[in-house]
């Protein structure tokens, strides 16, 4: 006579060796579980370097797949550009009679500007980047706001310095390995930068929203002298990113400042580059008259 088919798991010892061993790895697993949610909230520096291993290690990967999404949006890019040449191309040559015009301009401003350094005696670096890589990748629908940079501590980069690439600001590293870093974007809602407006200095502060955007938070409050179409740049105060870079364009304005619109926008950025971190040089020490001595 077959024995009946639903036994319970005490008629053999394995079977009883097989559910006990499975409800302790669910136990055990549980258990790390839990330690590894604790540790993730109590210290979120602590998986850093494991993040910072799997960029290195995905990052022959991401390049490719950056590659290969560089090369389709060319050819998309090439696509459409035929059907509209003619009218871009007679844009493009009143922008460039314009642009002739301003760039003299601009070229005779950078002369005074250096002669006037000269004289006062203020010294700069010269400004040349640290590295230039690829952002092989970045987030574009979570709160949080990171981008992966094709270079790492082996090029020079180190954690907190400024990345941006040639149409503005992109953010800072946060977490350098070997050949890969994680780059905090300035749309991250951690992201905090100072900014003033470009025409005439207007101070005031620029936080990611999360979202794409930015908030542009004023110093002094009172009229809100923004308008649509101002252009922020990065002011320097407090150091760390260079005066002068172009940040965003403001598209909406409200009580106590407006929201902005990235220059720089990672999905659209094929490569970036690392600069300095950049200090402001303190001022020469007041010169006090001496008191003649009898």
Same mark, same amino acid.
């Given at each position: 006579m077959a024995p009946p088919a639903n036994r319970r798991s005490g008629f053999s010892r394995r079977a009883q060796y097989s559910t006990f061993i499975n409800y302790s790895a669910g136990v055990v697993g549980a258990l790390?579980?839990?330690a590894l949610l604790i540790v993730s909230i109590t210290q979120p520096g602590f998986f850093s370097f494991m993040q910072a291993a799997a960029a290195d290690t995905s990052r022959p990967a991401a390049e490719a797949t950056a590659a290969g999404r560089g090369v389709?949006?060319?050819?998309?890019?090439?696509?459409?550009?035929?059907?509209?040449?003619?009218?871009?191309?007679? +844009?493009?040559? =009143?922008e460039l009679d314009i642009a002739k015009t301003r760039l003299i301009e601009l070229r005779a401003v950078e002369a005074e500007n250096r002669r006037l350094k000269a004289l006062l005696g203020i010294m700069q670096d010269d400004g040349r980047p640290v590295a230039v890589a690829r952002l092989t990748s970045s987030?574009?629908?979570?709160?949080?706001?990171f981008a992966t940079l094709g270079a790492g501590s082996r090029d020079g980069v180190q954690k907190g310095m400024?990345? =941006?690439?040639?149409?503005?600001?992109?953010? +800072?590293?946060?977490?350098?390995g070997a050949s890969s870093a994680r780059v905090l974007l300035i749309t991250d809602s951690e992201s905090l930068v100072p900014v003033r407006r470009a025409r005439d200095g207007v101070?005031?502060?620029?936080?990611?929203?999360? *979202?794409?955007?930015? +908030?542009? +938070?004023?110093?002094?409050?009172?009229?809100?002298?923004? =308008?649509?179409?101002?252009?922020?740049?990065?002011?320097?105060?407090?150091?760390?990113?260079? $005066?002068?870079? $172009?940040?965003?364009?403001?598209?909406?304005?409200? =009580?106590?400042?407006?929201?902005?619109?990235?220059?720089?926008?990672?999905? *659209?950025?094929?490569?970036?580059?690392?600069?300095?971190?950049?200090?402001?040089?303190? $001022?020469?020490?007041?010169v006090t008259p001496e008191a003649d001595s009898p």
């Open positions: 790390v579980g839990a389709t949006k060319g050819l998309l890019s090439d696509v459409s550009g035929f059907f509209k040449t003619a009218g871009e191309r007679a +844009r493009l040559e =009143r987030t574009a629908s979570s709160t949080r706001r400024p990345v =941006r690439s040639a149409l503005g600001l992109v953010g +800072r590293t946060l977490d350098v101070p005031a502060f620029a936080q990611g929203a999360g *979202d794409g955007t930015i +908030r542009i +938070r004023l110093i002094n409050l009172g009229i809100n002298p923004l =308008r649509k179409g101002d252009v922020m740049v990065t002011s320097g105060s407090g150091g760390l990113y260079r $005066p002068g870079t $172009p940040m965003a364009v403001i598209t909406e304005i409200v =009580r106590d400042g407006a929201i902005a619109r990235v220059l720089a926008n990672p999905s *659209d950025t094929d490569f970036a580059l690392v600069e300095r971190v950049w200090a402001p040089e303190a $001022p020469p020490p007041a």
